[in-house]
C-alpha cells in the first residue's frame, strides 16, 4: 500500500524539481515570424544571440505570412499569450497599439542607436509617438527590368517611366514563344498581395479608396482606368496564369529570366542581384516604380518589424531578443557571414552609409530615396482620411482589402468584367463600413 | 443469486429510461452546448478587432448575413459542387465497379491502386493537383495540351469550380467504388447466370439485375458522400482561395473567410447557424430517402 502512493508522489516531486530547475536555468522566448528569406537567416543565426545569452532559449513558430496574421491576430486578441515576440508589419503596429495589444518600446539602450532607424519607417511603426515595434526590414516598391532585352528591343530606359511607356515596352519585349512575358505582376489574390500594387497603381491613377467622409470611391473614373489599364497589360503581356501569381511567384519567375519588367518590392533587389539565386543578376536594370496622373503614392511603403505582446511574461528578455535582431550588428553580422547582399535592407541609415554594401548593392541609394519618398500620411491626389500608402490604416481594411482583392482577380481571369467587379467592390465596401459604424 | 432476466424492463416504463438519462444528457450536452454557444454569438456584435464595440446586437448580423449577395451565392456554388460530385462518383463508381468485378490479370493490385486515392490526404491531393496536373507551365495536363497542339489550360483561373469539383470526384470516385464494388461480390451469380441463359444481353442484366441490386448501397454512398461534401474545404484553401471572385467559395470557406480573415465572430457564427439549418434539410430528405430504400 505504502509503495504505490509512494510511487507516485516520488514521479510528482521528481516533475517539480525538473520544473523548477528549469525555470531557474532559462526563460523561453517563443518568436512567431514569417518564411521569409531574412527571417530565415535570422533564425539560422541566433544560435549567437543564444550563446551571448545563456539564460534565454529562442522557440520558433516560423509560418506563411497569411496564416501567420491569423495566428498572431487571433492569439493577440483573446489574450491568448502564445507569443513572447511577434512579427508585424506597418500595417498592424498602430492598429494594434492603439487597442493596447502591444508593449511600447521605450528607454532602449544607448548603444541600439535609435537614430540611426529611418524615419519614415519608424513613424509607421509608432502609435502617439511611441514606437510599438522594431523594424527588421523595410521596403519600398520599384521596377525591375531586363537591360538584355531592352537593348535588343531598342528601348532606353527613362529616369521616371510612365504606365504609357511600359505598356509599350511590354509589347516590344513580349515573346511567348521564348516564355518571355513583357511584364510580370502581382495577380493572386488579398490585400497583401494583389491589393498593394493595385492600390498604388490607383494612386497614380489619381484614385483613393475613400473620400473624406468614408464614403468608397471604388467605383469612380480613377479606379476604373486603372484596373482597365491592369487587367489589359496583363492578358496581353502578362506571364500564363497571372491571378494566381504572387510576390514569391513572380520573384522566381523574373529571377529564372521570364519576365521582361517586374513591378515589385524594392526588398527582392538583394535576391536578383545574387548570382547564386539568381540567372538575370547581371543583366538586371531598375528604375522607380512607374506613374501615370500624378507621382503621389506610386509606389509603396512597408516594413516588418519585431513586436512584443502586452501579453508576453517575459517582457524584458524579448526587447533584449528584438533590440539584437534589428540592431546595426546584427546587419554587420549577417553581411559578413551571409553576404552583404542578403543584410535585412531598408531600416538603418548605417547599412547605406556602410561602404561594403554599397559596393555590393548597386541598388542602394536607391532603394533609401525611395522608402524615404514615400509619405503615408499624403499618398493620394485628392486628399484622403486614411493613412498608409498601399494600405488604409484602419482595422476593417484585411477585410475589404480581401474581398476587393478576389473582384480584382475575378476581373483578371474574365470572370466578370472590370465595371461588374468595381461595382461589386463598392457595394461590398459600403456594407462592410456601415456596418462598423463609419457611415451611417 | 440468478437475476430474473426481465427485471427493469416493466415497471411502468420508467427504470429504462433512468438507465438510459446518463448517456443521453451526456449526449445532449454534446450537441447542446456547442450549438447554442454559437446561437449566442450569432446575436452578438462580437469581432476580434475590435475589442471596443461589443454587447447583444439582436439579429443584425442575420440581417446582413442575408443581404450579402456572396450568401447566396456561397449556397448555389456548394449545391452544384455537391450536385456535380455525387453523379460523378455514383455514376463513375457503378461503372468501375462492374469492371473490377471482372475477372482479369493483376486484378487484386489494380483494385489496391484505383482505391488509394481516398487515403490521401485532402490538403496534399489539392497541392498535387494544383502544381503537377493543373499547372498550366509544368502540369502534365498542360504537357498533354501541348502534346496535342492544344493551348494549356489555366485551370483555376478559367475553370475554377470545375477543378475543384476534378479534384474531389478523383479523392471520393474511390469510396463510391469500394462501397459498390463489396454490394457487387454479394450478387448472385446464378441470377446472372439464368439471365444469359434467357438470352439477356450485358446491358439488360446491367440494367435489371445489377442496377437494382446496388440501389441500396447507391442510396449510402449518397448519403455519406452528402456529409462530407457539404464542408469541402481543404480543397478550395489550397487551390483557389474561394476565387476568382467568388466562384469557388462555398459555405464552409464563407464562414472561414468571415471568422479567421474578417475576424468577425458573430457574423460567422450567423453563418455556422444557417449552414446547420441547410445541413438539417438537406438530411432530411437524405435521411427519409435512404431509410425508405433500406426498408424495402
Redesign the interface.
Known amino acids: 500500500m505504502k509503495l504505490a502512493y509512494a510511487l507516485p508522489l516520488a514521479g510528482v516531486a521528481a516533475f517539480g524539481t525538473v520544473l523548477g530547475a528549469s525555470a531557474v536555468q532559462a526563460e523561453t522566448l517563443t518568436v512567431a515570424t514569417v518564411n521569409n528569406n531574412d527571417m530565415v537567416i535570422m533564425q539560422r543565426l541566433s544560435s549567437a544571440f543564444e550563446e551571448a545569452h545563456p539564460d534565454i532559449d529562442l522557440e520558433w513558430v516560423v509560418l506563411e505570412e497569411n496564416v501567420l496574421r491569423?495566428r498572431l491576430?487571433?492569439d493577440i486578441?483573446?489574450n491568448g499569450g502564445q507569443f513572447d515576440v511577434m512579427t508585424i508589419g506597418t500595417y498592424e503596429a498602430p492598429?494594434w497599439a492603439e487597442?493596447e495589444w502591444l508593449a511600447p518600446l521605450e528607454n532602449l539602450p544607448e548603444s541600439y542607436n535609435q537614430k540611426d532607424l529611418l524615419k519614415p519607417v519608424m513613424d509607421g511603426l509608432s502609435h502617439d509617438g511611441k514606437p510599438y515595434a522594431l523594424p527588421f526590414y523595410g521596403e519600398s516598391s520599384m521596377m525591375y527590368y531586363r537591360t538584355d532585352l531592352f537593348e535588343q528591343a531598342g528601348i532606353e530606359m527613362t529616369d521616371q517611366p510612365t504606365w504609357k511607356e511600359v505598356r509599350e515596352w511590354a509589347g516590344k519585349i513580349n515573346d511567348p514563344d521564348k516564355g518571355i512575358a513583357g511584364i510580370c505582376l502581382r495577380g493572386k489574390?488579398?490585400w497583401g498581395e494583389n491589393m498593394a500594387f493595385v492600390t498604388t497603381l490607383v494612386n497614380t491613377y489619381g484614385g483613393r479608396w475613400f473620400n473624406m467622409d468614408w464614403e468608397p470611391e471604388i467605383d469612380s473614373e480613377s479606379w476604373n482606368e486603372a484596373i482597365n489599364f491592369y487587367v489589359d497589360l496583363l492578358n496581353n503581356y502578362g506571364p500564363?496564369?497571372a491571378?494566381?501569381n504572387g510576390f514569391n511567384e513572380n520573384l522566381a519567375l523574373f529571377s529564372q529570366g521570364k519576365c521582361g519588367m517586374w513591378v515589385d518590392a524594392t526588398s527582392a533587389a538583394g535576391k536578383l542581384y545574387n548570382p547564386s539565386e539568381s540567372n538575370v543578376a547581371d543583366k538586371l536594370g531598375f528604375a522607380p516604380a512607374p506613374v501615370a496622373e500624378t507621382p503621389k503614392g506610386s509606389h509603396w511603403l512597408w516594413s516588418w518589424a519585431l513586436a512584443i505582446p502586452a501579453s508576453s511574461n517575459s517582457k524584458d528578455a524579448a526587447k533584449e531578443f528584438i533590440t539584437w535582431a534589428t540592431s546595426q550588428d546584427y546587419v554587420e553580422m549577417v553581411g559578413e557571414k551571409v553576404g552583404w547582399t542578403s543584410v535585412p535592407p531598408g531600416t538603418r541609415e548605417s547599412t547605406y552609409t556602410n561602404e561594403k554594401y554599397q559596393e555590393a548593392a548597386p541598388f542602394a541609394d536607391f532603394v533609401l530615396d525611395a522608402i524615404r519618398d514615400a509619405d503615408p500620411t499624403d499618398s493620394t491626389l485628392k486628399p484622403s482620411p486614411y493613412t498608409g500608402v498601399q494600405i488604409v490604416g484602419i482595422?476593417?481594411f484585411?477585410?475589404i482589402g480581401?474581398q476587393v482583392g478576389?473582384?480584382i482577380?475575378?476581373a483578371?481571369?474574365?470572370?466578370?468584367s472590370v465595371d461588374q467587379?468595381l461595382s461589386?467592390s463598392q457595394?461590398?465596401t459600403q456594407?462592410t463600413m456601415e456596418?462598423?459604424?463609419y457611415i451611417k | 443469486m440468478t437475476k430474473p432476466r426481465a427485471a427493469g424492463r416493466t415497471v411502468g416504463g420508467l427504470r429504462p429510461l433512468m438507465l438510459q438519462a446518463p448517456a443521453v444528457t451526456l449526449l445532449l450536452l454534446w450537441m447542446v452546448v456547442p450549438l447554442g454557444m454559437t446561437v449566442w454569438f450569432s446575436l452578438q456584435r462580437y469581432n476580434l478587432l475590435m475589442p471596443g464595440m461589443t454587447g447583444f446586437a439582436g439579429l443584425e448580423n442575420y440581417e446582413y448575413l442575408f443581404t450579402d449577395p456572396a450568401l447566396w451565392s456561397a449556397m448555389g456554388t456548394t449545391l452544384l459542387m455537391v450536385g456535380w460530385i455525387l453523379v460523378i462518383t455514383v455514376v463513375g463508381g457503378t461503372l468501375l465497379a462492374v469492371l473490377f468485378q471482372q475477372e482479369f490479370f493483376g486484378r487484386g493490385i489494380a483494385r489496391v491502386l484505383v482505391i488509394s486515392p481516398f487515403f490521401v490526404m485532402p490538403t496534399v491531393s489539392a497541392l498535387v493537383w494544383k502544381n503537377m496536373m493543373m499547372h498550366p507551365a509544368n502540369g502534365v495536363l498542360a504537357w498533354l495540351a501541348q502534346l496535342f497542339g492544344m493551348q494549356p489550360v489555366d485551370w483555376f483561373s478559367s475553370l475554377p469550380l470545375t477543378s475543384i469539383i476534378m479534384i474531389v470526384s478523383w479523392e471520393w470516385l474511390p469510396f463510391a467504388l469500394l462501397i459498390l464494388l463489396t454490394a457487387m461480390q454479394s450478387l448472385d451469380e446464378d441470377q446472372v447466370e439464368a439471365a444469359r441463359m434467357d438470352g439477356a444481353g450485358p446491358l439488360s442484366i446491367f440494367f435489371f439485375i445489377t442496377l437494382p441490386h446496388l440501389k441500396r448501397a447507391i442510396s449510402v454512398v449518397v448519403m455519406i458522400e452528402m456529409i462530407f461534401l457539404l464542408t469541402i474545404f481543404a480543397e478550395i484553401f489550397v487551390t483557389t482561395s474561394g476565387g476568382p471572385g467568388l466562384a469557388t467559395t462555398n459555405l464552409a470557406y464563407l464562414i472561414y473567410i468571415q471568422a479567421l480573415l474578417d475576424f468577425d465572430v458573430g457574423m460567422a457564427s450567423a453563418g455556422g447557424v444557417v449552414a446547420i439549418i441547410l445541413a438539417n434539410i438537406v438530411a432530411i430528405f437524405l435521411v427519409r430517402m435512404v431509410a425508405k430504400n433500406l426498408e424495402e
Not at chain 1, 483578371?412 to 466578370?416: A, D, I, N, Q, R
Open positions: 491569423q491576430t487571433t486578441a483573446t492598429i487597442r489574390p488579398g500564363p496564369g491571378s494566381s482595422p476593417e484585411q477585410s480581401t478576389q473582384m482577380a475575378a483578371l481571369t474574365g470572370e466578370m467587379a461589386n457595394r461590398a456594407r456596418r462598423a459604424g
